[in-house]
């Protein structure tokens, strides 16, 4: 349970911290937003397998990447209307 607890938030901590990705301002949004995905899901997979919370052999495998893959779309693409509407304001 200790370890399940760690590597959680070890994972948390992975997601946000390389967040700092978005800053380098000579990469375009859609470089840094492939880099910081490929960082999460990367981690989340290790953490993951770590934990035996499925194998890359399981459907759940495949099917969470799916679903990782569609919520990270959807939250860039709604973080990118709210962007570009702030922008239009100012």
């Known amino acids: 349970m ?26 375009s949004i859609i470089r840094v937003t492939i880099t910081h995905s490929i960082i999460a899901m990367g981690a989340f997979y290790v953490i993951a397998f770590t934990l035996g919370w499925f194998s890359p052999a399981e459907p759940a495998c495949w099917i969470m990447s799916a679903i990782l893959f569609f919520v990270y779309v959807l939250i860039w693409m709604i973080q990118s209307l709210i962007f570009k509407h702030k922008v239009k304001r100012m």
């Open 2 to 27: 200790m370890l399940n607890l760690l590597l959680s938030g070890v994972l948390g901590m992975v997601a946000n911290g390389s967040s700092v990705i978005y800053e380098i301002e000579e990469w």
